[in-house]
């Protein structure tokens, strides 16, 4: 079983507020990614890392920020959180097969 | 560019019956495709993958998919669905040029009893 953790599971913010979305991996990866995804729709990527200090954007311009200072560690920063951003955030990790494990996700509520 | 289409947003069968969902891909190198599933409110847990060898692939919970490169198609089949099986289904594709996978837009089995 992978070992991908992200926390919060669920978290509701007012609007304006900064967040950071945990994620770790313990399987000693060197590509990590962050997924958004609507309720019952496809997955968009929106940032991804392939080892540490190297960030990059994804296929879907997003406001939020990533760092990879650590191998095991990706969070996602969201300055100032808009209703916009109400969506869930999935965060997965991948070994040299390309394979992905997904971490169970954050729904994000931004009122 | 590579893609994935999953055809059928949304396929119901009957319990104890054939489950098919499809996905064609285009890739202009041999590529790795995965399925994936997702459960309401979880992430994306890996169901099968196709890397090299041979074209039919048995999965977790009595799936497989076949590996047609003739038809650039990797569809899902299970032979008796059952009422766990219900969930959102995505196919993807890796990017020749390393790292990324392309998901397909997901496809959503509903099971009848």
């Known amino acids: 079983e992978a070992d991908i953790y992200q926390t919060p599971r669920y978290l509701v913010i007012g609007t304006g507020k900064k967040i950071t979305l945990e994620c770790s991996q313990t399987?000693?990866?060197?590509?990590m990614y962050w997924y958004q995804q609507d309720p019952g729709m496809e997955l968009h990527l929106i940032h991804y890392?392939?080892?540490?200090?190297?960030?990059e954007k994804g296929d879907l311009s997003s406001e939020s920020t990533v760092s990879r200072i650590r191998t095991e560690h990706f969070p996602l920063t969201l300055e100032s959180a808009r209703p916009s951003h109400t969506s869930q955030y999935l965060c997965a990790s991948s070994d040299f097969l390309e394979e992905q494990y997904f971490g169970p996700g954050t729904r994000l509520t931004v009122t | 560019a590579q893609s994935v289409t999953q055809l059928g947003s949304h396929v119901s069968v009957s319990e104890g019956a054939l489950v098919l969902l499809r996905c064609n891909y285009s890739?202009?190198?041999?590529?790795?495709l995965f399925w994936y599933v997702q459960y309401p409110n979880q992430g994306l847990q890996l169901l099968l993958k196709y890397t090299t060898g041979a074209t039919l692939v048995k999965g977790i919970n009595g799936f497989e998919a076949e590996f047609k490169k003739s038809e650039t198609s990797f569809h899902l089949t299970k032979p008796s669905a059952h009422m766990s099986d219900a969930a959102e289904y995505f196919c993807a594709v890796s990017d020749i040029q390393g790292g990324k996978l392309i998901f397909g837009q997901g496809t959503e089995l509903s099971v009848k009893p």
């Open positions: 890739s202009s190198v041999p590529p790795y």
């Open positions: 399987m000693g990866h060197d590509k």
């Open positions: 890392s392939y080892g540490v200090n190297s960030t």
